[in-house]
């Protein structure tokens, strides 16, 4: 009796649990916050020119493997 209970519990548990992933969600970010996200003072990147670099140099090496989605295949030509 005290079985069927609990496991009648468990699964009423992890239905709603997985009914509230279905619930929709709204972005976190509003349309209006997201300039402020996109600003270069937001940037990892203390250097944006030795930055940029270091990507090219990393999408010429990596390309083969698609490291970034540039094209190209290894061989630095575009």
Do not use: F, Q
């Not at 239905?15 to 996200?37: D, Q």
């Amino acid at each position: 009796m005290l079985r069927s209970i609990i496991s009648r519990l468990s699964c009423l548990l992890a239905m709603t649990a997985m009914l509230a992933g279905c619930s929709s969600l709204e972005p976190w970010v509003k349309p209006y916050e997201r300039a402020a996200l996109a600003d270069e003072i937001m940037s990892n990147d203390r250097n944006p020119t030795i930055a940029a670099y270091t990507d090219h140099v990393h999408e010429v090496r990596e390309a083969a493997s698609g490291a970034t989605g540039a094209a190209g295949g290894g061989c630095g030509c575009l």
